[in-house]
């Protein structure tokens, strides 16, 4: 391959130490970045060259049509000593192999089961909170999700432990950015600060893992998530079961993945309510006509607004705010040609705010998402879930209950930003918010509490 010339590129961005993902509004300089120097922008990064893709097409041939070209990103690699051989950082047969096993728990009917635990657990959320007294709606989302993750897929009661969880959840992506650096393996083993906070998080989580799956051996059969791992076979393979070992790593993967994810974009979606309100008022409205009785999946289904309000909040804040690659051999992007060993990164956020693809694209406005409009959109201009071999297997999962939760929290309750300065992002693994999401609750004079 010949390169007629290098991508154009500001040179270097702080996404690495000393700098760091999280100290810096990382999310919003490669948006201008992207504004600036066009669909490629090459970049000098702590772990070396790396290249922002935003072309839709391009990213479906990155993600889908060449993905045997690319593996995952450094950070993923890294990922591996919290995650071992999980979904989200194993490759190749190993990954096929284990979404195999995994996809019979989140097919739409079985995740249909789960609305009724959804909906209490949102309840019982709504319970908690006080009219106008102030709440951090991040930690209260993070609580929830939590929650709802442990009684629906590992059926067990996680609340007491979601303190511990997110603290846990917090050091760890805090310390991301140091697993960027080139670093030798025995760097790992040394008994760094750094290092020993990771280990001390490792093994709380670690702890709320083996728990659950020792429950589940003294009481199998509960037709859960668990469940099916410690049962299943691999039909389509050599019909081996999974090792211990593999279960907890597919069990710590889902169970961050599970419930972080979902929180941040909860998170969001309710400050962009707040401070749109003609949004609120029609979803009020929507609910206020759908939910006479309780919540199914007749109900939810009768909700196309509540859906676009999620759809739109993900836009603007997508949780899983980059995706990387790195290429295994030179790969041609239109006049250019990237080298082997190259960092591919694409940014859901960048490409969300398109004026390309989405008119005002600084605004919230769920209407995107209802009729045909998203017909006309490129299908790779929206990837909040990514996209190709690798699409997160949680996502109707995640819609589910992301729309049941703001249904059971909306009808009762008005939650308005409760801060005169915008919020600034924390872009860690997840696009986080600086100190929280403090809202004030105002109880709806509309309130009727729903069947459960």
């Not at 090459?42 to 889908?64: A, E, N, W």
């Not at 593996?71 to 999980?86: M, N, P, Q, Y």
């Not at 979606?269 to 003609?278: G, P, Q, V």
Request: aromatic fraction near 8%; glycine fraction near 8%; charged fraction near 25%.
């Amino acid at each position: 391959m010949h390169a007629t010339a290098q991508p154009p590129g500001p040179g270097g961005l702080p996404v690495g130490p000393p700098y760091g993902l999280g100290r810096v509004d990382v999310a919003h300089q490669l948006l201008e970045a992207a504004r600036k120097y066009g669909d490629v922008v090459r970049l000098s990064l702590t772990s070396g060259i790396g290249y922002v893709i935003s072309d839709p097409d391009v990213i479906k041939d990155v993600l889908v049509t060449h993905n045997d070209d690319f593996v995952k990103s450094r950070a993923l690699e890294r990922a591996r000593r919290l995650l071992g051989d999980g979904l989200l950082t194993s490759e190749g047969d190993l990954h096929l192999r284990q979404r195999r096993l995994i996809q019979p728990a989140f097919h739409r009917d079985r995740i249909n089961e789960y609305i009724g635990s959804m909906a209490a657990l949102a309840q019982n959320s709504a319970d908690r909170i006080h009219d106008g007294e102030q709440v951090d709606v991040a930690s209260e989302m993070m609580r929830l999700t939590l929650a709802i993750v442990g009684k629906t897929l590992f059926g067990t009661d996680l609340e007491v432990e979601a303190e511990g969880v997110a603290d846990a959840l917090t050091a760890i992506q805090e310390l991301m950015p140091l697993s960027l650096l080139r670093l030798p393996a025995w760097f790992d083993r040394l008994p760094l600060p750094s290092n020993l906070r990771f280990w001390k998080a490792r093994d709380t989580l670690d702890s709320v893992i083996y728990r659950i799956i020792a429950a589940h051996r003294r009481q199998p059969g509960r037709g859960d998530l668990l469940s099916i791992l410690l049962d299943a076979t691999d039909e389509a393979g050599d019909g081996a079961r999974m090792s211990d070992t593999q279960v907890r790593d597919e069990c710590m993967t889902l169970l961050l993945a599970g419930h972080e994810t979902t929180a941040v974009a909860l998170m969001w979606t309710w400050y962009l309510l707040s401070t749109n309100a003609d949004a609120e008022t029609k979803l009020h409205e929507e609910i206020d006509r759908v939910l006479d009785a309780r919540l199914s999946i007749d109900a939810l289904a009768a909700m196309p607004y509540a859906h676009a309000v999620v759809r739109e909040a993900l836009r603007l804040y997508p949780p899983a705010w980059t995706i990387g690659r790195r290429a295994l051999r030179p790969y041609r992007i239109g006049n250019y040609v990237v080298p082997a060993g190259s960092i591919i990164l694409i940014s859901p956020f960048v490409v969300h705010r398109d004026p390309r693809w989405y008119r005002d694209p600084e605004a919230f406005d769920p209407s995107r998402f209802l009729g045909d409009s998203a017909q006309t959109r490129p299908k790779f201009a929206y990837i909040p879930f990514g996209g190709g071999q690798r699409l997160c297997i949680g996502e109707h999962f995640a819609m589910i209950e992301a729309v049941v939760v703001l249904a059971t929290f909306a009808r009762r309750w008005r939650l308005r930003y409760a801060s005169t300065r915008a919020p600034k992002l924390l872009p860690l693994v997840t696009l986080r918010a600086k100190g929280g999401m403090p809202m004030i609750p105002a109880k709806r004079s509309r309130f009727a509490s729903p069947a459960t």
